[in-house]
Protein backbone atom coordinates (compact mmCIF):
# COMPACT_ATOMS: atom_id res chain seq x y z
CA UNK A 1 0.00 0.00 0.00
CA UNK A 2 1.22 3.63 -1.16
CA UNK A 3 1.30 5.34 2.12
CA UNK A 4 3.09 8.78 3.68
CA UNK A 5 3.26 9.32 7.36
CA UNK A 6 3.52 12.12 9.35
CA UNK A 7 4.85 12.16 12.90
CA UNK A 8 6.95 14.42 15.47
CA UNK A 9 4.31 16.95 15.97
CA UNK A 10 2.88 18.58 19.32
CA UNK A 11 2.60 21.55 21.64
CA UNK A 12 5.31 23.79 21.39
CA UNK A 13 6.39 27.45 22.76
CA UNK A 14 6.82 30.37 21.01
CA UNK A 15 10.48 30.52 19.33
CA UNK A 16 10.66 26.69 20.23
CA UNK A 17 12.02 24.28 17.74
CA UNK A 18 10.00 20.89 16.46
CA UNK A 19 11.45 18.28 14.12
CA UNK A 20 8.65 16.74 11.78
CA UNK A 21 9.18 13.41 10.13
CA UNK A 22 7.61 11.83 7.04
CA UNK A 23 7.87 8.43 6.02
CA UNK A 24 7.28 6.60 2.57
CA UNK A 25 5.90 3.27 2.03
CA UNK A 26 4.57 1.10 -0.76
CA UNK A 27 7.09 3.19 -3.13
CA UNK A 28 10.48 4.84 -4.19
CA UNK A 29 10.46 8.28 -2.63
CA UNK A 30 13.84 9.05 -3.85
CA UNK A 31 12.39 9.36 -7.12
CA UNK A 32 10.14 12.41 -6.19
CA UNK A 33 10.30 15.81 -5.01
CA UNK A 34 9.18 16.22 -1.54
CA UNK A 35 6.79 18.42 -0.19
CA UNK A 36 5.45 20.10 3.13
CA UNK A 37 1.85 21.96 2.78
CA UNK A 38 0.30 23.34 6.19
CA UNK A 39 -3.31 24.18 7.23
CA UNK A 40 -4.15 26.31 9.77
CA UNK A 41 -7.24 26.15 11.74
CA UNK A 42 -10.16 27.25 10.15
CA UNK A 43 -7.64 28.04 7.29
CA UNK A 44 -6.84 27.05 3.84
CA UNK A 45 -4.16 24.59 2.47
CA UNK A 46 -0.28 26.98 1.82
CA UNK A 47 2.35 25.18 0.52
CA UNK A 48 5.31 25.55 2.87
CA UNK A 49 8.66 24.27 1.53
CA UNK A 50 10.33 21.53 -1.08
CA UNK A 51 13.18 19.30 -1.79
CA UNK A 52 14.80 17.78 -4.69
CA UNK A 53 15.72 14.60 -4.81
CA UNK A 54 18.69 14.67 -4.84
CA UNK A 55 18.02 16.42 -1.63
CA UNK A 56 20.43 19.90 -2.04
CA UNK A 57 17.64 22.04 -4.01
CA UNK A 58 15.49 23.17 -1.71
CA UNK A 59 12.76 26.06 -2.26
CA UNK A 60 10.77 27.60 0.92
CA UNK A 61 7.39 30.05 1.44
CA UNK A 62 8.60 33.58 2.00
CA UNK A 63 6.95 33.10 5.64
CA UNK A 64 9.30 30.48 6.73
CA UNK A 65 12.80 30.85 4.88
CA UNK A 66 15.53 31.16 7.57
CA UNK A 67 13.22 29.36 9.87
CA UNK A 68 12.54 26.06 8.59
CA UNK A 69 14.56 23.70 7.23
CA UNK A 70 13.65 20.72 4.64
CA UNK A 71 15.85 17.81 4.59
CA UNK A 72 15.47 13.97 3.48
CA UNK A 73 17.38 10.42 3.41
CA UNK A 74 16.24 8.67 0.41
CA UNK A 75 17.52 5.58 2.18
CA UNK A 76 15.03 5.40 5.00
CA UNK A 77 12.55 6.82 1.92
CA UNK A 78 12.22 9.94 4.64
CA UNK A 79 11.62 13.63 4.61
CA UNK A 80 11.84 15.91 7.05
CA UNK A 81 11.37 19.58 8.35
CA UNK A 82 12.96 21.38 10.83
CA UNK A 83 11.09 23.87 11.98
CA UNK A 84 13.16 27.06 14.18
CA UNK A 85 12.11 29.99 16.14
CA UNK A 86 8.02 28.96 15.84
CA UNK A 87 5.62 31.69 15.87
CA UNK A 88 1.89 31.36 16.94
CA UNK A 89 0.94 31.61 13.42
CA UNK A 90 3.36 28.67 12.01
CA UNK A 91 0.01 26.03 13.87
CA UNK A 92 -1.17 24.06 11.91
CA UNK A 93 -1.73 20.92 10.33
CA UNK A 94 1.59 19.98 8.17
CA UNK A 95 0.89 17.19 5.58
CA UNK A 96 3.97 15.71 3.50
CA UNK A 97 3.14 15.22 0.07
CA UNK A 98 4.94 14.15 -3.49
CA UNK A 99 5.13 15.74 -6.38
CA UNK A 100 4.99 14.60 -9.89
CA UNK A 101 6.92 16.01 -13.22
CA UNK A 102 3.58 18.30 -13.52
CA UNK A 103 4.30 19.91 -10.66
CA UNK A 104 1.06 18.21 -8.78
CA UNK A 105 0.94 16.74 -5.08
CA UNK A 106 0.03 13.54 -6.32
CA UNK A 107 0.52 11.16 -2.82
CA UNK A 108 -0.47 12.93 0.49
CA UNK A 109 -0.08 11.99 4.43
CA UNK A 110 -2.60 11.95 7.04
CA UNK A 111 -0.78 15.14 8.56
CA UNK A 112 0.59 16.13 12.23
CA UNK A 113 -0.66 18.71 14.23
CA UNK A 114 1.83 21.48 15.05
CA UNK A 115 0.92 23.98 18.17
CA UNK A 116 2.46 26.86 19.03
CA UNK A 117 1.78 28.41 22.38
CA UNK A 118 2.49 30.14 25.47
CA UNK B 1 3.25 35.12 -3.71
CA UNK B 2 -0.36 35.64 -2.78
CA UNK B 3 -3.07 32.81 -2.93
CA UNK B 4 -4.53 32.44 -6.10
CA UNK B 5 -8.53 33.87 -5.56
CA UNK B 6 -11.29 31.14 -4.97
CA UNK B 7 -14.92 32.09 -4.46
CA UNK B 8 -15.55 30.80 -0.84
CA UNK B 9 -18.41 28.51 -0.78
CA UNK B 10 -20.83 27.50 -4.10
CA UNK B 11 -23.45 24.67 -3.77
CA UNK B 12 -25.68 23.36 -5.73
CA UNK B 13 -28.66 20.35 -5.18
CA UNK B 14 -27.63 16.73 -6.10
CA UNK B 15 -27.46 15.86 -9.83
CA UNK B 16 -26.76 19.52 -10.88
CA UNK B 17 -23.16 21.02 -11.78
CA UNK B 18 -21.25 23.44 -9.97
CA UNK B 19 -17.98 25.53 -11.20
CA UNK B 20 -15.48 27.03 -9.11
CA UNK B 21 -13.25 29.55 -10.76
CA UNK B 22 -9.70 30.42 -9.14
CA UNK B 23 -8.24 33.46 -10.80
CA UNK B 24 -4.08 34.15 -10.57
CA UNK B 25 -1.71 36.41 -12.45
CA UNK B 26 0.02 36.29 -15.53
CA UNK B 27 3.08 34.64 -13.37
CA UNK B 28 0.96 31.70 -12.43
CA UNK B 29 -1.85 30.29 -13.67
CA UNK B 30 -1.81 32.35 -16.68
CA UNK B 31 2.17 31.21 -16.92
CA UNK B 32 1.53 27.44 -16.62
CA UNK B 33 0.04 24.60 -17.71
CA UNK B 34 0.63 23.14 -14.41
CA UNK B 35 -2.83 23.54 -12.52
CA UNK B 36 -4.26 21.19 -10.42
CA UNK B 37 -7.16 20.77 -8.05
CA UNK B 38 -7.45 19.21 -4.90
CA UNK B 39 -10.50 17.79 -2.82
CA UNK B 40 -10.24 18.16 0.60
CA UNK B 41 -12.52 16.38 3.58
CA UNK B 42 -12.18 17.64 6.90
CA UNK B 43 -10.24 15.24 8.69
CA UNK B 44 -8.43 13.34 6.01
CA UNK B 45 -5.96 13.57 3.41
CA UNK B 46 -5.98 16.03 0.51
CA UNK B 47 -6.73 14.23 -2.38
CA UNK B 48 -5.78 15.22 -6.12
CA UNK B 49 -8.20 15.40 -8.75
CA UNK B 50 -6.87 17.40 -11.56
CA UNK B 51 -3.58 18.12 -12.85
CA UNK B 52 -2.02 19.87 -16.05
CA UNK B 53 -5.42 21.75 -16.11
CA UNK B 54 -7.70 19.05 -17.04
CA UNK B 55 -6.30 15.57 -16.47
CA UNK B 56 -7.69 13.09 -13.95
CA UNK B 57 -5.66 11.24 -12.25
CA UNK B 58 -6.35 7.29 -12.29
CA UNK B 59 -9.73 6.33 -9.99
CA UNK B 60 -11.37 10.14 -10.40
CA UNK B 61 -14.93 10.17 -12.58
CA UNK B 62 -14.78 12.24 -14.97
CA UNK B 63 -17.68 14.18 -13.71
CA UNK B 64 -14.81 16.10 -12.35
CA UNK B 65 -13.36 18.26 -15.21
CA UNK B 66 -10.77 21.28 -15.37
CA UNK B 67 -10.09 24.20 -17.56
CA UNK B 68 -8.52 27.44 -18.22
CA UNK B 69 -8.96 30.92 -19.75
CA UNK B 70 -6.23 33.50 -19.48
CA UNK B 71 -5.23 33.72 -15.74
CA UNK B 72 -8.47 31.80 -14.31
CA UNK B 73 -8.49 28.40 -13.72
CA UNK B 74 -11.67 26.40 -13.22
CA UNK B 75 -12.95 23.07 -11.67
CA UNK B 76 -17.03 21.78 -12.98
CA UNK B 77 -18.16 18.71 -10.77
CA UNK B 78 -20.79 17.34 -13.15
CA UNK B 79 -23.91 15.21 -11.61
CA UNK B 80 -23.03 16.34 -7.94
CA UNK B 81 -23.42 13.69 -5.17
CA UNK B 82 -23.52 13.53 -1.87
CA UNK B 83 -20.36 12.52 -0.91
CA UNK B 84 -18.65 15.75 -3.52
CA UNK B 85 -19.43 18.02 -0.05
CA UNK B 86 -16.25 19.31 0.78
CA UNK B 87 -13.33 21.86 0.43
CA UNK B 88 -11.87 22.81 -3.41
CA UNK B 89 -8.67 23.68 -3.45
CA UNK B 90 -6.66 24.90 -6.85
CA UNK B 91 -2.76 25.28 -7.17
CA UNK B 92 -0.71 26.72 -9.83
CA UNK B 93 3.27 26.48 -10.38
CA UNK B 94 4.81 29.62 -9.98
CA UNK B 95 7.70 29.20 -12.38
CA UNK B 96 10.01 29.31 -9.60
CA UNK B 97 10.13 25.63 -8.23
CA UNK B 98 7.26 27.09 -5.59
CA UNK B 99 3.43 26.22 -5.31
CA UNK B 100 0.80 28.50 -4.68
CA UNK B 101 -2.51 27.09 -3.36
CA UNK B 102 -5.75 28.88 -3.62
CA UNK B 103 -7.77 29.94 -0.72
CA UNK B 104 -10.24 27.14 -1.10
CA UNK B 105 -13.72 26.92 -1.42
CA UNK B 106 -16.48 24.78 0.32
CA UNK B 107 -19.02 23.09 -1.55
CA UNK B 108 -22.48 22.26 0.16
CA UNK B 109 -24.48 19.78 -1.51
CA UNK B 110 -28.20 20.77 -0.98
Known amino acids: EVQLVESGGGLVQPGGSLRLSCVAS????????MNWVRQAPGKGLEWVAN????????YYVDSVKGRFTISRDNARNSAYLQMDSLRVEDTAVYYC???????????WGQGTLVTVSS | QSALIQPRSVSGSPGQSVTISCTGT?????????VSWYQHHPGQAPRLIIY???KWPSGVPDRFSGSKSGNTASLTISGLQAEDEADYYC??????????FGGGTKLTVL
Open chain 1, 97 to 107: ATLTYSWDLDK
Open chain 1, 26 to 33: GFTSSRQW
Open chain 1, 51 to 58: IKQDGIEK
Open chain 2, 26 to 34: SSDIGASTF
Open chain 2, 52 to 54: NVF
Open chain 2, 91 to 100: CSYTGRYTLV
